[in-house]
């Protein structure tokens, strides 16, 4: 046990922080991505473990093609759309429940990446060989490039869903049967929600691609997990540091913390020298956690269990 | 202006659970129309406001309404045309959006929605004056979330909603059955005002046959999916609740002898 306590070296902890924000930041991009279907359209979406890893392949295939980086990440972007719209449709017009619709897209998108890298189930890019727009070689840089991107988007969500589009969109999730009395399409909306939201994650694969130097078939795996855990844990530190005060841009600016504080509680676990291949089960314990406080929040509040105790009021 | 010409509808064909909910149901409302509907449970009273409204598409006949054949329409399609306000005061209004939000989402009825802003600073000024109508206190809580707000003030939020971009038809199905009674007499009251200030063509199904007697100038029973009972202006205005309760059993076949019996019917 003290040769354990020996070996870990705090400094080396301050060392990979840096590193792990830029990661959060864009773990942060692809739960905003998810924050418009998980809470905006109340839909789990599956297909982003799926068009996380189709941003990265487009991406550092385009740009191994000699395309310029920004470029590739817009093909990435309408390749996410694609995959999202996919979804959609399977959801509206074929009457499949969304999570399965979602489902259905994530496995057919591993032949599809498969595909797209030519059959290789890893594809590099060397930084040393193409101007890449973020890496890990440059910390700092990334940084930058990554908060940058997450405000660009913050405001165009903070403006888009204040349009009327958006609007209905909102208001798709958050009651249908109104919609459809003021005469609003649900299944464009939910559609378009899928479509954009896809595209988002597509982005930050695209991103995370070039951070870590090449594209995985399997770097999307859990993806949804991740996301969710950074909405949920940027929800509960939002509420708790701003209360009432949380409004729109609050909401999603701890949505992009809450994917840097993720990752920084994963670099903790490793330089606690935990087995990397836990990961995946340490991940899911905490986002299962975090899914349950509201629900047993409210339960201690009131229950039969409380009353069987003799702990009602009257008691 | 609104045509129904010999709609039917039948739920779950061909099942042990099949109904005929509508049998060659036929309606003409002329223009100021404002028509309360009253028959027992199971009448066919919320599924004539769901066809009309295209909740799902009819097997037989057809609606016409303000010179537009919408029997084709879907629910979404239509809704430039028709108002609606529902019994459950939960499905008329998005909890989780501002007042404001709401009624903008209202005043863009069945029109294209694209990336202009969702709600103007114009629109704004007409919310204040519009929800200052009600007498609820409203207008000074524009920005909050309607979720906050009670049954009845949703309600009424919903009416104000439905007649915010003047419709056609207003659609009205039980919609103070869920308040207490005292919020209920305000809502029926300002749906009254409402439908009178702007001239409306209205519908509406109440379980109350007093309510049904004092409100609109024409009053329909309805039975088994079809009209039985058709009274309007002077003959309407001089009904009692006695005579209302002998029409029904002697048109429809049953016992009545009380209000409890055609509410449960």
Not at chain 1, 136 to 142: A, E, F, M, V, Y
Not at chain 2, 29 to 51: C, R, W, Y
Request: net charge positive; proline share 2%; glycine share 10%.
């Amino acid at each position: 046990m003290a040769a354990y306590f020996a070996s870990l070296n705090f400094l080396k902890l301050l060392r990979s922080m840096p590193g792990g924000v830029a990661q959060g930041l864009i773990w942060g991009l692809m739960a905003l991505g998810l924050y418009i279907t998980f809470r905006l359209l109340d839909v789990a979406d599956l297909t982003v473990d799926g068009s996380f890893t189709t941003g990265g392949a487009v991406t550092v295939m385009l740009i191994l093609a000699g395309w310029p980086a920004w470029a590739a990440l817009l093909v990435a972007v309408a390749a996410g759309v694609l995959a999202g719209l996919v979804t959609g449709l399977l959801h509206t017009r074929l009457g499949i429940p969304a999570i399965l619709a979602g489902i259905l897209t994530q496995l057919s998108l591993y032949s599809i990446n498969l595909r797209i890298m030519g059959m290789s189930a890893n594809k590099a890019v060397s930084v040393d060989k193409y101007h890449l727009v973020l890496t890990s070689r440059n910390i700092p840089g990334s940084i930058l490039t990554g908060l940058i991107i997450c405000l660009v988007l913050i405001s165009f969500f903070y403006w888009y869903f204040g349009t009327e589009q958006g609007s209905a969109i909102r208001a798709t999730g958050a009651n249908a049967a109104m919609c459809r009395a003021l005469g609003i399409n649900v299944d464009t909306m939910k559609v378009l929600g899928l479509a954009i939201s896809n595209g988002i994650v597509a982005l930050s694969g695209g991103l995370m691609s070039q951070y870590q130097g090449f594209a995985d078939i399997n770097m999307g795996r859990g993806a949804i997990v991740i996301g969710l855990a950074a909405v949920i844990i940027g929800e509960v530190i939002g509420h708790a540091l701003l209360g009432k005060y949380m409004n729109f841009y609050g909401t999603l600016s701890f949505v992009v913390v809450g994917g840097v504080l993720y990752y920084l509680v994963i670099v903790t676990v490793l330089w606690l020298k935990l087995n990397s291949n836990d990961l995946k089960l340490f991940t899911a314990v905490i986002v299962g956690l975090f899914l349950a406080i509201p629900y047993l929040r409210a339960h201690r509040k009131s229950s039969f269990a409380r009353l069987k105790k003799g702990g009602g009021t009257n008691a | 202006m609104l045509d129904v010409v010999k709609i039917s509808k039948t739920f779950n064909p061909g099942t042990i659970n099949e109904k005929r909910a509508l049998s060659e149901l036929s309606l003409h409302l002329d223009d100021g129309d404002f028509v309360t509907v009253i028959g027992g449970n199971g009448a066919g009273k919320s599924t004539m406001l769901n066809a009309i409204a295209g909740v799902w598409p009819v097997d037989e006949g057809r609606i016409v309404l303000d010179g537009n054949d919408i029997t084709a329409l879907p629910e979404h399609k239509r809704a430039f045309l028709i108002g609606r306000v529902f019994q459950d005061p939960m499905m008329g209004t998005a909890p989780n959006m501002q007042l404001e939000e709401n009624l903008a989402l209202a005043k863009r009825r069945g029109e294209r929605r694209g990336l202009r802003w969702g709600v103007t600073k114009a629109e704004r000024e007409e919310y204040h004056e519009r929800l200052k109508t009600l007498g609820l206190g409203l207008e000074d809580r524009m920005t909050a979330k309607v979720g906050l707000l009670s049954g009845g003030q949703r309600q009424a939020v919903t009416l104000l909603m439905a007649a915010l971009r003047k419709p056609k038809l207003l659609l009205l199905d039980e919609h103070t059955a869920a308040l207490d009674p005292a919020t209920a007499r305000k809502v029926l009251e300002l749906s009254d005002s409402i439908i009178q200030e702007n001239g409306l063509t209205a519908l509406m199904i109440t379980h109350n046959m007093s309510d049904a007697i004092r409100h609109g100038n024409r009053l329909i029973m309805m039975n088994e999916g079809h009209i039985i009972l058709d009274v309007r202006g002077e003959e309407k205005a001089h009904l009692t609740k006695r005579e209302l309760m002998e029409k029904f059993s002697q048109l429809s076949g049953a016992q009545v002898e009380n209000d409890a019996m055609l509410l449960s019917k």
